[in-house]
């Protein structure tokens, strides 16, 4: 019997529920003839999340405003991670460029805690546990890559193995750029007689397979290179007239035996160029077409002594591509020089197993060398290294890369360690030796925690998710600006609320009854692009009849349906509660529709 006939077997069962039947025909499509198999471990927080939607809500008196109105705005979100990752993915979906992420090693020495409880060596449960952990996780950090996004995971022995595995099933196999080794130490404890443990694995996947992405450690020094090579077949190649310079006397040059290459055309020099197209005889690197669409790139060939042994020089500066050791060979540190960085802070708390700002920068940098405004996030922050990376390579390259990082507050990490950090990075410090550091001034840190929204889809729920909604709309749209009138007349903010940061305009209708009013002004007003507004609707009508007139001024969003469409794709369905009748959601409906009065004060007075 195949699978097709079993699950309609299934479906006609009788004495299970529906919810039932869906989770046994669930195990049946998840059967693998090959990869990793695991029994799944109900995990609280994604539990809280049947019956409640995450949120993101600012902590403003934690924010920390570079008084440069350019400066990137970074993101610090307190909570765990897999609520903070779900709401990210209404903001930040297929717009992050890296990932790094330094999980758990799951060593079983109190690393890894699971439902409040550390997962010790003798947990029958142990790599389970950790895989449905990790896979939760990073099947929702897939979504938010980019479509040239990449991901690096920092790991050990104990989950490398099913890592692996684990990150090519995601990812995809044929998406697995490779295996990275840091030096994480060069003192490794001399405890073992097997084995000196002095490397780390760092796994590297892309979100699709680009065979001609470059990855770069930095640019191969200056210089020319040789086109000959004894090993390749001899083969022709035409010289376009001025191609070809010369640290030789202008004259004419014909083919000698002492020259590596042979002409087979006289060569005339005229200002150590050659002054005519000629042809030449070689055991060369490159084809007529190579070398055609060098010259076209601005590659031109020299010929530096009567030996005729040609080479050349490229207008721009070749990448060096990385190698897979990690090390001192490339200016990346240890987790001992990391120990450094973080007693400099002088926080109230030791963090034993930082990594190294040098090691997140030369990561962060090797997919995007030639790109310094990218999206990086990391989901496992602990003390912060990744946003003191980040700030650190924008003012290195003039960059304006943007971070993003999540951590709970376990035993008050996110608030002592993470948040100290990079205020003192930010805003310069002094180390315990009385060195002055000067701060990273020109970032901005804005603080979130993660809260909570019923799921449940009432009316009332609905306007409670829309009001809740404007900080992710303000980390969506990267404008947090706001402005107390729209169009010159002061809001009430129960009804809208409008932010402009000189870029992007962005207008929130908390109130349908309002949608009319706001389309009037615009017709009255210039506007400068287009302003993304974002409607309450009960449903996924944005009032584009409304806004007929003016749709080429405007962006229209209806909220919340499009944070229950991005979660959807994340959560599990909410089980119907069958105590809910469709009446009262209506009555409620009706009654909180009749009872906002939406106006406006009078033009330049108080409401």
């Known amino acids: 019997m195949n699978k097709t006939e079993l699950a309609g077997k299934i479906k006609l069962l009788e004495g299970l529920t529906e919810d039932e039947k869906s989770a046994l025909l669930g195990l049946l499509h998840e059967q693998k003839k090959y990869g990793l198999i695991w029994e799944d471990k109900p995990e609280d927080v994604e539990q809280k999340l049947e019956d409640e939607l995450p949120i993101l809500k600012e902590v403003k008196e934690r924010a920390i405003i570079s008084d440069d109105p350019s400066a990137p705005n970074h993101i610090l979100i307190e909570g765990d991670n897999f609520h903070a990752l779900t709401a990210l993915t209404y903001t930040h979906q297929g717009k992050i460029d890296v990932i790094y992420i330094d999980p758990p090693y799951n060593t079983g020495n109190k690393d890894f805690i699971y439902n409040d409880s550390f997962v010790d060596k003798e947990d029958g449960y142990r790599h389970s546990k950790w895989l449905s952990f990790m896979s939760k996780r990073l099947k929702i950090a897939k979504q938010l890559l980019s479509e040239n996004g990449v991901i690096f995971i920092s790991i050990d022995d104990n989950e490398q193995a099913q890592l692996k595995l684990l990150c090519d099933d995601v990812f995809g196999e044929n998406n697995f750029v490779g295996s990275y080794f840091w030096k994480r130490t060069s003192t490794p404890p001399a405890l073992s007689y ?271 998710l829309m009001a809740a909604a404007t900080d992710l709309l303000c980390i969506k749209n990267d404008v947090y600006t706001e402005q107390n ?54 449903n996924r009508y944005a009032y584009n009849d409304n806004f007929e007139n003016v749709l080429d001024k405007v962006e229209l969003c209806a909220l919340p349906a499009a944070i229950y469409d991005a979660y959807k794709k994340v959560l599990k369905p909410q089980k119907v509660k069958e105590n809910v009748s469709q009446e009262s959601i209506s009555e409620e409906y009706v009654f909180e529709k009749t009872q906002g009065e939406i106006d406006f004060s009078e033009e330049g007075g108080e409401q």
């Open 194 to 464: 097997k084995i000196r443990r002095k490397l780390e694995y760092i796994l590297c996947y892309q979100i699709r397979d680009i065979a001609q992405r470059t990855f770069a450690q930095g640019f191969v020094d200056g210089g020319d290179a040789p086109l000959l090579n004894s090993g390749n077949p001899l083969n022709i190649l035409e010289f376009p007239k001025g191609a070809v310079h010369f640290n030789l006397p202008d004259g004419n040059y014909s083919f000698k035996d002492t020259y590596k290459i042979k002409l087979l055309d006289t060569v005339n020099v005229v200002n150590n160029k050659n002054s005519n197209y000629f042809r030449a005889e070689g055991n060369f690197k490159w084809s007529q077409i190579n070398l055609n669409e060098e010259v076209n790139n601005g590659t031109y060939f020299l010929i530096k002594s009567k030996q005729f042994s040609i080479r050349y020089q490229k207008s721009t500066k070749a990448t060096k591509v990385p190698s897979n050791i990690i090390d001192e060979n490339v200016n990346v540190g240890t987790n001992e020089d990391a120990q450094k960085e973080i007693t400099n802070f002088n926080l109230s708390q030791s963090f034993d197993y930082a990594k190294p700002t040098s090691l997140i920068s030369f990561l962060s940098k090797m997919p995007f060398w030639d790109n310094n405004k990218i999206k990086i996030l990391d989901f496992f922050a602990g003390s912060g290294t990744t946003l003191h990376a980040t700030m650190q390579l924008n003012k290195d390259d003039g960059g304006r890369r943007q971070c993003i990082l999540v951590t709970n507050n376990e035993n008050n990490i996110c608030e002592e360690v993470t948040y100290m950090r990079s205020k003192k990075v930010i805003q310069g410090y002094t180390t315990p030796k009385g060195e002055e550091v000067e701060g990273l001034k020109n970032n901005t840190l804005r603080y979130y925690r993660t809260d909570f929204v019923p799921r449940e889809q009432t009316n009332k729920n609905k306007r409670a």
């Open 485 to 538: 009138t729209f169009g010159g007349r002061k809001l009430k903010p129960n009804a809208a609320r409008y932010f402009d940061n000189g870029k992007t305009q962005m207008l929130l209708i908390y109130n349908e009854l309002a949608v009319e009013a706001f389309a009037s002004m615009l017709k009255e007003m210039e506007v400068e692009g287009k302003i993304k507004i974002y409607v309450f609707s009960n």
